[in-house]
Nanobody
Framework: QVQLVESGGRLVQAGGSLRLSCAAS????????VAWFRQGPGKEREFLAA????????SYADSVKGRFTVSRDNAKNTVYLQMNSLKAEDTAVYYC???????????????????WGQGTQVTVSS
């Protein structure tokens, strides 16, 4: 399995931007589909975005479409989540997750992903 480490979370004002990074170990990172999830206090884990192995396909939750952008650099074994126009309700712990292989439809269920990072805290002040 691939090992994942998220970074980039911090306190930011509403309306601001952040870029989260998900760094992966292993030389086969390009064989993994990667997604971002978040979990706010007292809430279930929520799908945000996913990206295919070669970045040719992406998928977004309606709640972040147009504000968040997922990308990847397989040469650096890293996936990014650019977050713009942040709102107080975006406050959560953000996780990246990886699933081995190709998917015709990028999955949004946490159970579809076998490798997870420890998470990075994003706090948006209003």
């Amino acid at each position: 399995q691939v090992q994942l480490v998220e970074s980039g979370g911090r306190l930011v004002q509403a309306g601001g931007s952040l870029r989260l990074s998900c760094a992966a170990s292993g030389r086969t990172f390009s064989t993994y589909t990667v997604a971002w999830f978040r979990q706010g206090p007292g809430k279930e884990r929520e799908f945000l975005a996913a990206i295919g192995r070669t970045a040719d396909t992406t998928s977004y939750a309606d709640s972040v479409k147009g504000r968040f952008t997922v990308s990847r650099d397989n040469a650096k074994n890293t996936v990014y989540l650019q977050m713009n126009s942040l709102k107080a309700e975006d406050t959560a712990v953000y996780y990246c997750a990886a699933a081995f292989g190709f998917f015709y439809s990028l999955p949004g269920s946490p159970g579809s992903y076998s490798s997870w990072g420890q998470g990075t805290q994003v706090t948006v002040s209003s």
